[in-house]
Nanobody
């Protein structure tokens, strides 16, 4: 059984930082791209960014560029989302995702259950 388990969601003040983690288990993710989505109340789910297996290719949506950083540790089967300069509009449930190809272009094979990030003003 494949599992992606997110952690690190919390309540933080605007301007603060959080680091989300996503641990993968149940199968090998060799070669898989990993990514993050978010879903805010009343809005559609938004693709935040993804990272290739080697880490050589990283993509961010415009709204988080310069503030968020995606990284991964393949030895630990873990991907991270470092979020700095957080804004109230970053409030959302953040989901980890894995895809055998480029997630942005080809979609998601596996989803995590999400972790809530709340940014207060």
């Amino acid at each position: 059984q494949v599992q992606l388990v997110e952690s690190g969601g919390d309540l933080v003040q605007a301007g603060g930082s959080l680091r989300l983690s996503c641990a993968a288990s149940g199968r090998t993710f060799v070669g898989y791209a990993m990514g993050w989505f978010r879903h805010a109340p009343g809005k559609e789910r938004e693709f935040v960014g993804d990272i290739s297996y080697s880490g050589s290719r990283i993509y961010y949506t415009d709204s988080v560029k310069g503030r968020f950083t995606i990284s991964r540790d393949n030895a630990k089967n873990t991907v991270y989302l470092q979020m700095n300069s957080l804004k109230p509009e970053d409030t959302a449930v953040y989901y980890c995702a894995a895809g055998s190809l480029n997630i942005r272009s080809f979609g998601v094979d596996y989803w995590g259950e999400g972790t809530l990030v709340t940014v207060s003003s």
